[in-house]
């Protein structure tokens, strides 16, 4: 029900930086959450951060200090900014939210970031 749509993917060498956008369709005043998993070749797909209502935040391990999860407007655009990108880093990266009114989560297409030199 949810429709979210991203941006900001694309090819970035070793060290450089991208920043990913999250639009989403609904108002914030129901949203429990939004967030961003990614899915490399030949791996599942894993949490990668996670924005609350309340604003608090969390990361997986391998991007923290690194990569910084973000929102702002009336029907929320979530943000991942992306630093010092590693070749590990590259995979499709999906943004999905949580509202009240959901049994379960909605997702996006996924967007592909690739970092290569």
């Known amino acids: 029900q949810v429709q979210l749509v991203e941006s900001g993917g694309g090819l970035v060498q070793p060290g450089g930086s991208l920043r990913l956008s999250c639009a989403a369709s609904?108002?914030?005043?129901?949203?429990?959450?939004m967030g961003w998993y990614r899915q490399a070749p030949g791996k599942q797909r894993d949490m990668v951060a996670t924005?609350?209502?309340?604003?608090?935040?969390s990361y997986a391990d391998s991007v923290e200090g690194r990569f910084i999860i973000s929102r702002d407007g009336e029907k929320p655009t979530v943000y991942q900014e992306m630093s010092s990108l590693k070749a590990e880093d590259t995979a499709v990266y999906y943004c999905?939210?949580?509202?009240?009114?959901?049994?379960?989560?909605?997702w996006g297409q996924g967007t592909q970031v690739t970092v290569s030199s």
């Open positions: 924005i609350t209502a309340g604003g608090a935040t």
């Open positions: 999905w939210s949580r509202y009240a009114f959901q049994t379960g989560n909605s």
């Open positions: 609904q108002s914030r005043f129901d949203m429990v959450a």
